[in-house]
């Protein structure tokens, strides 16, 4: 179903059943229009399929496009009212938006890992069998590039080239490459020729990573991964494919990165979506200033 077909049923559901007030009508379908926007210019998702990641992006654009608390609340407040018709609907199977907490007064700053939660997590996984190889060459990439986690789960064979140390991504027409530190081509290298050719359910499987079914890796299927690896790990914070992202441009920030090179690596199409980064590493900073300087 189109984003247009989507918000044409809200508009009538708000309309004809909510009897929503002329105000209440104009403010929600506003919201929805500018989300329906920046998911097609920034995301290879529409509004019914949209995810928890896509969603949580979006607010965080919102945040560092300066919206104030107010906008964003009532932002979260429209996709919720939206998700829940879509949801009752049958239009998605799941609440995207059930997560999104409204601010209180404050405008929270994505969760990164600290380097030391990144090594731990990526350590996890032991390459003792297939899914170990397979769950280490996963995480490892992600860091290593800042993919989304639906370009790394559409990524084929095809897209990886382990001589030259690169990935290739492709969103929306659109296709860029981002280079691997060592580990994380090992990892590849290791899951590549040890591994898949015994996971494929057919040998002409183009899929980079697959399910023990030996078919292509489904994004819920990350998730779980993701969390069962985040609790072996012992780790208290909130892990999320997204998390991952985060902290790959939050630490190459903070490690002295230009900001386009992090802007074009991430695939943001706006520069305004990179500064986020900027915002949490002055606030890490100042935490830090906070904390040990004797005078603060």
Known sequence: ???????????????????????????????????????????????????????????NWLKANGKSVATVSRSIASLKNLYSYLCLRQITVTNPASHLV??????????????????????????????????????????????????????????????????????????????????????????????????LALPDEESLFVNVSGERMSRQGFWKIIKYYQKKAKIEKDITPHTLRHSFAAHLLENGADIHAIQEMLGHADISSTQVYSHL????????????????
């Open 1 to 59: 179903m189109t984003n247009e077909e989507c918000m044409k049923l809200f508009e009538h559901y708000l309309k004809e059943e909510k009897k929503a007030s002329a105000n209440t009508l104009s403010s929600y379908l506003r919201d929805i229009r500018q989300f329906s926007s920046y998911l097609d210019v920034h995301t290879d998702s529409g509004i019914a399929d949209a995810g928890e990641e896509e969603l949580s992006e979006y607010i």
């Open 102 to 199: 409204t601010d209180k007064g404050t405008q929270k700053l994505p969760q990164i890992l600290t380097s030391k939660e990144v090594e731990l997590l990526l350590d996890q996984p032991e390459c003792v069998d297939a899914k170990g190889y397979r769950d280490r060459a996963m995480l490892e990439l992600l860091y290593a590039t800042g993919m989304r986690v639906t370009e790394l789960i559409d990524l084929n064979i095809s897209d990886v080239n382990l001589g030259a140390g690169v990935v290739r991504c492709e969103s929306r027409g659109k296709e860029r490459y981002i280079p691997m530190y060592p580990a994380a081509i090992k990892a590849l290298t290791d899951y590549i020729e040890l591994v898949r050719p015994q996971m």
């Open 281 to 296: 590493v002055k606030k890490q900073l100042k935490d830090v200033y906070n904390k040990a300087h004797p005078r603060a």
